[in-house]
């Protein structure tokens, strides 16, 4: 069964920085797959703020953290990783990778001629893990 494994979450202050992985069960490659990140703060449903797709499309970020995260995929293709820099208090929230359908777009602001505009959840959610920023 696939599986997927969340880490890298903590308490962090303001300002700071975490970097979180995912990681697949050895029965799955995101080669052929969009990977998000979604995360659901306190009270909230779950909402996606990154989202990656193969080599030569720019990735999606949601408004409030473009400019402070960084999706990108390691080199094994079992391992997606979100760099967060710059940490607000509204970081704050449980984190999920998933597999997730790609909804794309022509780019024309990069190098890349596609771009994510949205990625819908696909397939098994991990466990997740937390993210606390402190102000």
């Known amino acids: 069964q696939v599986q997927l494994v969340e880490s890298g979450g903590g308490l962090a202050q303001a300002g700071g920085s975490l970097s979180l992985s995912c990681t697949a069960s050895?029965?799955?490659?995101?080669?052929?797959?969009?990977v998000g990140w979604f995360r659901r703060a306190p009270g909230n449903q779950r909402e996606l703020v990154a989202c990656t797709s193969e080599k030569g499309v720019t990735p999606y970020y949601s408004e409030s953290v473009k400019g402070r995260l960084t999706i990108s995929r390691g080199d094994t293709g079992r391992t997606v990783y979100l760099r967060m820099n710059t940490l607000k208090p509204e970081d704050t929230g449980d984190y999920f990778c998933?597999?997730?359908?790609?909804?794309?777009?022509?780019?024309?602001?990069?190098?890349?001629?596609?771009?994510?505009?949205?990625?819908?959840?696909?397939?098994?959610w991990g466990q997740g893990t937390t993210v606390t920023v402190s102000s």
């Open positions: 998933v597999t997730a359908w790609g909804e794309y777009a022509e780019a024309y602001d990069t190098e890349d001629d596609l771009v994510i505009t949205n990625c819908r959840p696909r397939g098994p």
């Open positions: 050895e029965d799955l490659t995101f080669d052929n797959y969009a």
